[in-house]
């Protein structure tokens, strides 16, 4: 089953004040993990709630304090596709002017098998940050990376070099929870957005207009923010900006030095000089916190008027403290996920999961085995999210468009998967030896959720529920009751696999 349609009857508080440290509970803590990060265990769960707000924002937001694995830059072979040396370049010069196409084709051939170790490095990267996402001691951070490359968009498909997808990546980590600012004027000199948008073909006296457009129109201001004129000025603004090997370089004899006029302002405008114009547009504010809004807490605008204006002063409350703190991420992520609208009824459970919120946050919050992350890594990209490879430069819709008939499909199947090791085409290698532990399930509930202390069917069910769905009561819980009438009325480690399979089939699991 598709999930049912978010709620429209209920209207979130406009409040922004943070809520009562008293009220901050186990619902409050899960909602927290699941949206700053990628779901969590019952343990996780009560941790947090144990800590309170305060604590518990600090280890998210403040995560340059929390241990974790190095993301080094020798992670990843940088030499796989490199410029020419001087020597290959004079060998395949010789062999054009001589015509030998014995030496062409040996150049050819050294391409193509360079090209292939690049597609399989590829996969390996793609592999690497799932892994990263579901064993992270520092999840905002890992979210935060995914926000940022679905905001600034750019495909492997495109740009064909896996080491400028993982530099990219690398550049988004760095200023995960930072300023955006700091990453904007990042962005413009990345390598794999430069080759993405066509800046390294853009000079003097030929501008490309592609990355001053994106700039404008999906990075910071939005449509109706600024006209055509105003992207072919920032165009020459660009011009030279581009990439040698790894590193960015600006040619100077191809960059236009000449007066510009760009969204009002007047003078010899550079790359660094125009994100400076972007930052200081009204819109700007508005437009980055209107994304943050969409990816953490609710779809927006929804055609719910009362809900929409909720939501809207909120996210001018973003937008004042984006300007306030010179556009630092964490901080205005720190009011939000303190806020009494953030924990409204009408947000809570409310999000669609996407893939690899799906995947990762599945294995992370229930435990089962990751097993070959190859297929999960591929479930995803069925669910419609390839990482590293966004489908255009808007990145991914998100919201509604991740469910349909097809990929709920996949999504049930992906859950038996984890849960059992059986697919479509047999059961994996290691089923039978990586085994989803029911018993550590269950014994964190108990330790967890008040009723499931009572050790009766109907109260360790409700808190299983709360704790995989966010309700005691989805619509599917008389299924999951005469499931139970069936097999002994009682939750054991032996029966709470094809439970879970059910669990997981809900449409509110779908939700998060």
């Known amino acids: 089953m598709i999930p049912a349609p978010l709620k429209s009857d209920a209207v979130p508080t406009t409040s922004v004040a943070p809520i009562a440290p008293k009220a901050f509970g186990l619902d409050h803590a899960r909602h927290l993990l699941w949206r700053?990060?990628?779901?969590?265990?019952?343990?996780?769960?009560?941790?947090?709630?144990?800590?309170?707000?305060?604590?518990?924002?600090?280890?998210?937001?403040?995560?340059?304090?929390?241990?974790?694995?190095p993301v080094e830059a020798s992670l990843f072979r940088s030499d796989i596709i490199r410029p020419p040396t001087p020597e290959e370049r004079e060998l395949n010069r010789r062999a054009q002017r001589e015509r030998d196409e014995?030496?062409?084709?040996?150049?050819?051939?050294?391409?193509?098998?360079?090209?292939?170790?690049?597609?399989?490095?590829?996969?390996?990267?793609?592999?690497?940050?799932?892994?990263?996402?579901?064993?992270?001691?520092?999840p905002l951070q890992e979210k935060l990376t995914l926000f940022w490359h679905g905001h600034f968009a750019t495909s492997y498909r495109t740009i064909e070099d896996s080491y400028h997808m993982f530099a990219q990546n690398r550049l988004f980590r760095k200023h995960?929870?930072?300023?955006?600012?700091?990453?904007?004027?990042?962005?413009?000199?990345?390598?794999?957005?430069?080759?993405?948008l066509d800046n390294n073909d853009s000079k003097k006296n030929k501008p490309n207009e592609n990355l001053a457009r994106e700039l404008m129109e999906l990075f910071a201001l939005g449509v109706g923010n600024y006209t055509e004129q105003d992207i072919k000025e920032a165009a020459r603004a660009l011009t030279g900006y581009t990439f040698k090997d790894d590193e960015f370089v600006l040619e100077k004899n191809n960059h236009d030095t000449g007066s510009k006029r760009i969204l009002g302002r007047t003078?010899?405008?550079?790359?660094?000089?125009?994100?400076?114009?972007?930052?200081?547009?009204?819109?700007?504010?508005?437009?980055?916190?209107t994304?943050?809004?969409?990816?953490?807490?609710?779809?927006?605008?929804?055609?719910?008027?009362?809900?929409?204006?909720?939501?809207?002063?909120?996210?001018?409350?973003?937008?004042?403290?984006?300007?306030?703190?010179?556009?630092n991420v964490g901080k205005t992520l720190d009011a939000l996920f303190r806020s009494e609208h953030f924990y409204s009824?009408?947000?809570?459970?409310?999000?669609?999961?996407?893939?690899?919120?799906?995947?990762?946050?599945?294995?992370?919050?229930?435990?089962?085995?990751?097993?070959?992350?190859s297929v999960l890594s591929d479930a995803a990209e069925r669910m419609g999210q390839t990482v590293f490879a966004p489908p255009s430069v808007k990145g991914w819709d998100g919201g509604r468009s991740w469910v349909n008939t097809s990929t709920m499909f996949v999504r049930q199947n992906l859950m038996v998967f984890l849960l059992t090791g059986r697919r479509p085409?047999?059961?994996d290698g290691l089923a039978d030896r990586e085994n989803f532990q029911g018993a550590l399930l269950l014994a964190g509930l108990a330790d967890t959720y008040p009723e499931a202390k009572t050790g009766k069917t109907p109260d360790?069910?409700?808190?299983?529920?709360?704790?995989?769905?966010g309700t005691p009561t989805p619509a599917g819980r008389p299924v999951l009751e005469e499931y139970l009438a069936d097999t002994g009325n009682t939750i054991t480690p032996e029966n709470l696999t094809d439970l879970m399979m059910l669990v997981t089939a809900l449409p509110e699991y779908q939700l998060c």
């Open 291 to 327: 994304k943050l809004y969409r990816f953490f807490v609710h779809d927006y605008p929804t055609g719910d008027t009362p809900f929409d204006n909720a939501a809207k002063l909120v996210i001018s409350d973003m937008a004042q403290r984006l300007r306030a703190t010179r556009y």
């Open 267 to 289: 003078g010899n405008i550079d790359g660094d000089e125009f994100v400076a114009i972007l930052l200081a547009h009204p819109a700007c504010s508005t437009f980055l916190a």
């Open 102 to 138: 014995d030496t062409l084709a040996e150049l050819r051939l050294r391409r193509q098998q360079a090209e292939r170790e690049d597609r399989e490095q590829m996969k390996k990267l793609q592999q690497w940050w799932l892994t990263k996402m579901v064993e992270t001691s520092r």
């Open 460 to 469: 360790m069910l409700t808190a299983l529920l709360r704790f995989t769905v």
């Open 345 to 373: 009824p009408a947000i809570m459970n409310q999000q669609i999961k996407g893939p690899a919120q799906m995947v990762v946050g599945a294995i992370r919050s229930m435990g089962v085995p990751p097993r070959d992350i």
């Open 425 to 427: 085409q047999g059961k």
């Open 36 to 69: 700053a990060g990628f779901g969590a265990s019952p343990a996780q769960v009560r941790t947090v709630a144990g800590w309170g707000l305060d604590r518990s924002l600090d280890y998210l937001i403040n995560f340059d304090k929390v241990k974790d694995e």
């Open 176 to 196: 995960a929870a930072g300023s955006f600012a700091d990453l904007l004027g990042g962005i413009i000199k990345d390598p794999a957005m430069i080759a993405y």
